[in-house]
């Protein structure tokens, strides 16, 4: 894919340039085959750092910038960091020359007990102090900077003090992290609190300045198979076009920000993923 940022761009050049794609096992050679790739991402926690997958240890050798994604540190979590984790995190990135890392903005375990899914964090000043605390942890150990996903959330708490936009400009203030702005999940959020999504993504980059955004995700989702309704970031649905409409707005206000697309299950053949990442260049553009 070529890159979506001209050389006029204003601001600061990103870390990461044009648009990419999640690197996964079972589509490791569409992956490779992918014509001008800006970057990649893969998951960190299925990286040995002493021993790559070969995949992507060949588009590392082809210059393709790939970014270690972290789901299992619980940035947001109570208890404290997992030492091993933030270290295999750290070590993922040297061992693939990483230009940043990125987590999320969520817990995954309490209590010792393993939740097994993404739980969005209470929007409050105390989850501030948490998530500045376990961040800083994680920073020292970093050489390179961490981008920090929004999530999708089914719930809200009911003691949240700030909505998402001023959180998620608070939590930059605090820890000095890039923003990874998942315009899925923005979208997802939004029409399940029953908000415009186009008017939450206006908000958001209100608060939080272009040069703040480290990368975008697009990814797809439906509501068909759920009787309340709620829209779910399934990563195994195409994306919808109410998502590269926001995508296309995105980068009206914000241009030449690297975009990439996540795909976690429910692999269409290769000429499908190849017609879904340009629609998504094409958005960008």
């Known amino acids: 894919m070529a890159s979506v940022r001209g050389t006029d761009a204003p601001g600061r050049p ?76 750290a070590a993922c990135a040297d061992a693939l020359d990483a230009p940043l890392v990125s987590e999320h903005i969520a817990f995954v375990r309490a209590a010792g007990r393993e939740a097994g899914h993404l739980l969005p964090v209470p929007r409050t000043r105390e989850a501030l102090d948490v998530l500045a605390a376990n961040v800083a942890r994680l920073s020292a150990e970093l050489t390179v900077p961490v ?65 703040r955004i480290g990368y975008v995700h697009v990814a797809g989702g439906s509501a068909r198979h759920d009787e309340a309704g709620l829209y779910h970031d399934t990563h195994t649905d195409p994306v919808p076009d109410a998502v590269l409409g926001l995508l296309a707005h995105l980068v009206e206000r914000a241009p030449g920000v690297p975009v990439l697309l996540e795909r976690d299950g429910g692999y269409p053949p290769a000429a499908v993923l190849t017609a879904e990442l340009a629609a998504i260049a094409e958005a960008a553009r």
Do not use: K, M
């Open 14 to 89: 990103f870390v990461v340039d044009g648009v990419g794609a999640g690197w996964r096992p079972e589509i490791a050679g569409w992956v490779a085959d992918v014509p001008d790739l800006g970057f990649c991402e893969v998951i960190a926690e299925s990286v040995a750092p002493a021993g790559p997958p070969r995949g992507v240890v060949d588009l590392r050798a082809r210059g393709v910038p790939v970014i270690p994604h972290g789901i299992r540190l619980s940035l947001g979590g109570a208890e404290p960091l997992d030492p091993a984790r933030v270290t295999q995190l």
């Open 147 to 211: 981008a920090l996903e929004v999530i999708a959330a089914l719930f809200d708490w009911p003691d949240d003090e700030l909505a998402e936009p001023e959180f998620l400009a608070a939590v930059g203030d605090r820890t000095g992290a890039l923003l990874l702005l998942d315009v899925a999940n923005v979208y997802a959020n939004a029409v399940n609190r029953a908000q415009d999504p186009r008017a939450v993504l206006d908000r958001i980059l209100d608060l939080v300045p272009a040069d």
